[in-house]
């Protein structure tokens, strides 16, 4: 697994969002989460005070956070609720796209372009903290920290993470090793150096034909998408003279760029998955930093579809306290 920094895995979370998709599932999900992912995150609620306070780590979009705003107001609750991500965060999307959420997304302070780890709010400030498919992504031992040290005594901390099923991992695997195979080609390198000047249009489009006919000539060239997508770019451009490819600069450039972040995010993901191969030794981390595991085990949808792992924990109460 490659170790991107910061900027790089910022950059491509950031496009992700910038989609416009609330849920990390937007294929099975319309607006935000239901069923029983809403119903986990509504019972989280008991547990905040009036008044209290939210973190939602990793937030992406807000889905988790707004849930909890839904959930805290139904109850006739107010908190502050904080929302914080690497990826640059720009709620007024979800606003414009999801019109009947703008009610909650005024509730939530939205903290994009910040680490987790690095978060500078007070210690033991929240009566909560909540993630989804979101703190896995950080460093185990310092987010297992940052969790202890923000969370007051008595607080509670609630986790989904992924399903690590193992159909969908060999898939990832699959797509990642055709990701090394566009790689190995030279695509991200040629397109880097033309971006920089280092290398002219017609060197480019030669580049480029060279790396069409690599994956053209592979077995499996004809039955994966992503090598499909590959090939219409690369057999279009090819044919262009330069002057055109010119002109299509920018839109070629964030073509290639979109396919390099999409590794990316497809690298980190399968680093997640050997993460979660055991879900006690992952709780072990807050543990040793000293939360209570108080529960964990599986979270379906609809009864049926494996779609996370649940982790609640508790920090004990301060034994010097009345």
């Known amino acids: 697994m490659h170790a991107p920094d ?34 986990f995150w509504h019972g989280r609620c008991a547990d905040v005070p009036d008044g209290g306070r939210v973190l939602d780590v990793c937030t992406g979009n807000g889905a988790v956070a707004l849930l909890v705003a839904e959930g805290l107001a139904a109850m006739g609750q107010t908190a502050t609720i904080t ?12 606003r414009q796209r999801f019109p009947a959420l703008a009610k909650y997304i005024d509730t939530i302070g939205f903290v994009g372009n910040q680490p987790f780890e690095a978060v500078a709010l007070d210690d033991a400030s929240q009566d909560l903290i909540v993630s989804q498919y979101g703190i896995e992504y950080c460093e185990p031992e310092p987010a297992a920290r940052q969790c202890a040290r923000l ?28 990701y090394e195979v566009l790689a190995d080609s030279g695509l991200f390198q040629r ?7 280092s290398l002219g249009a017609e060197g480019f489009v030669r ?13 499996d060239a004809s039955g994966s998408p992503l090598f499909g997508y590959v090939l219409g770019l690369t057999g279009q451009v090819a044919r262009w003279q330069a002057a055109r490819l ?8 964030d073509a290639v760029v979109q396919l390099e972040d999409g590794r990316s995010r ?3 993901m399968l680093g997640v998955h050997r993460l979660l191969e055991s879900p006690e030794r992952f709780a072990g981390h807050f543990e040793q930093a000293g939360l209570a595991l108080d529960e964990h085990g599986p979270l379906t949808y609809r009864g049926t579809h494996a779609v996370g792992h649940r982790l609640l924990f508790s920090k004990p109460d301060d034994p010097g306290r009345d």
């Open 83 to 94: 929302a914080v991500d690497l990826a640059d965060i720009q709620p007024q999307r979800i």
């Open 6 to 39: 910061d900027d790089f895995r910022r950059r491509s979370w950031s496009r992700y969002w910038a989609s416009g998709a609330l849920t990390s599932l937007p294929e099975d999900f319309r607006a935000n989460y239901d069923g029983e992912i809403r119903s």
């Open 191 to 197: 397109a880097r150096e033309w971006r920089s000047g």
């Open 151 to 178: 969370l007051k005594p008595g607080g509670r901390m609630a986790l989904v993470t992924h399903a690590t099923d193992s159909a969908m991992r060999a898939t990832m695997q699959q797509e990642l090793e055709q």
């Open 266 to 268: 497809l690298d980190q």
């Open 246 to 253: 010119q002109a299509q600069r920018a839109a070629v450039i």
């Open 207 to 219: 580049a480029l034909a060279r790396i069409d006919a690599v994956i053209r000539g592979r077995p």
